[in-house]
């Protein structure tokens, strides 16, 4: 089996790849797309040159990489991807072949968390847009997507990832529920910058407080990216899925 957890920025999607990471079946994958994007944008993320420097930056062949993936040893793959990394020139094609994921969170959650990171941040950088318009693709593929909110992670991390392993189709691992902490050889390289709160824990956090109260551009973009997130809210799973 192949994993695609598609996910915007700020959003338990390095947690999730830390969770999958701790079962003996799975090798997991940080954004391998990370570096065709940046080329073929020229967007100056933090770190661009040492991102650039370390990753594959033809993206047909980093999805050769998807469709042919490095297992070493085990069983599946899961990949961490970033919706806003699909842009023209990025292929989708390896898609077909995996079971993907959607992960959600409150926008003005994420744009609260990743403007601490990279204040100028637009529409595109968050990637609701780009998550629906993924949706939409799966389902022309002839798939089922599935949606989990990562609220619902935080307030139950034991009966959602049931929830979820029992959906695609795979046996809840305990394992899943906590990992070492510290950095992990499979972070991706720019793991320093934006990976260092995460690297103290070892485990999900807790339910989150009331949403961020938000002013000026910052309420604007979340005001723009509700209406993708409603859609996709109303088709997540639920952690009542019977075991």
Same mark, same amino acid.
């Given at each position: 089996?192949? !994993? $695609?957890?598609?996910?915007?920025?700020?959003?338990?999607? %390095? *947690?999730?790849?830390?969770? /999958?990471?701790?079962? @003996?079946?799975?090798?997991?994958?940080?954004?391998?797309?990370?570096?065709?994007?940046?080329?073929?944008?020229?967007?100056?993320?933090?770190?661009?040159?040492?991102?650039?420097?370390?990753?594959?930056?033809?993206?047909?062949?980093?999805?050769?990489?998807?469709?042919?993936?490095?297992?070493?040893?085990?069983?599946?793959?899961?990949?961490?991807?970033?919706?806003?990394?699909?842009?023209?020139?990025?292929?989708?094609?390896?898609?077909?072949?995996?079971?993907?994921?959607?992960?959600?969170?409150?926008?003005?959650?994420? !744009? $609260?968390?990743?403007?601490?990171?990279?204040?100028?941040? %637009? *529409?595109?950088?968050?990637? /609701?847009?780009?998550? @629906?318009?993924?949706?939409?693709?799966?389902?022309?593929?002839?798939?089922?997507?599935?949606?989990?909110?990562?609220?619902?992670?935080?307030?139950?991390?034991?009966?959602?990832?049931?929830?979820?392993?029992?959906?695609?189709?795979?046996?809840?691992?305990?394992?899943?529920?906590?990992?070492?902490?510290?950095?992990?050889?499979?972070?991706?390289?720019?793991?320093?910058?934006?990976?260092?709160?995460?690297?103290?824990?070892?485990?999900?956090?807790?339910?989150?407080?009331?949403?961020?109260?938000?002013?000026?551009?910052?309420?604007?973009?979340?005001?723009?990216?509700?209406?993708?997130?409603? *859609?996709?809210?109303?088709?997540?799973?639920?952690?009542?899925?019977?075991?």
């Amino acid at each position: 089996m192949k !994993v $695609a957890m598609w996910s915007g920025p700020r959003n338990l999607s %390095t *947690a999730m790849m830390y969770s /999958f990471a701790q079962r @003996a079946d799975f090798n997991v994958l940080d954004e391998p797309f990370y570096g065709p994007y940046l080329r073929l944008t020229g967007l100056d993320h933090p770190m661009r040159q040492t991102i650039l420097d370390d990753r594959a930056n033809d993206a047909v062949e980093v999805e050769q990489s998807l469709i042919f993936p490095s297992l070493d040893g085990k069983t599946h793959a899961y990949y961490k991807h970033m919706c806003q990394h699909m842009i023209d020139g990025i292929p989708r094609g390896f898609m077909a072949d995996c079971v993907n994921v959607f992960l959600i969170r409150h926008p003005a959650r994420v !744009v $609260a968390s990743f403007a601490k990171g990279y204040p100028d941040l %637009t *529409a595109d950088d968050i990637g /609701f847009d780009a998550q @629906a318009e993924l949706v939409d693709y799966v389902l022309g593929l002839g798939q089922t997507p599935v949606v989990i909110d990562s609220a619902d992670i935080r307030d139950d991390p034991k009966g959602m990832l049931r929830a979820l392993c029992e959906t695609i189709g795979l046996e809840f691992d305990p394992a899943m529920l906590s990992w070492p902490a510290g950095p992990k050889p499979y972070d991706g390289v720019w793991a320093p910058h934006w990976y260092a709160s995460l690297h103290a824990t070892t485990g999900f956090a807790g339910p989150e407080g009331p949403l961020p109260e938000l002013k000026g551009h910052l309420a604007e973009l979340v005001e723009q990216t509700m209406p993708a997130y409603r *859609a996709l809210e109303a088709q997540k799973i639920s952690q009542k899925v019977k075991l």
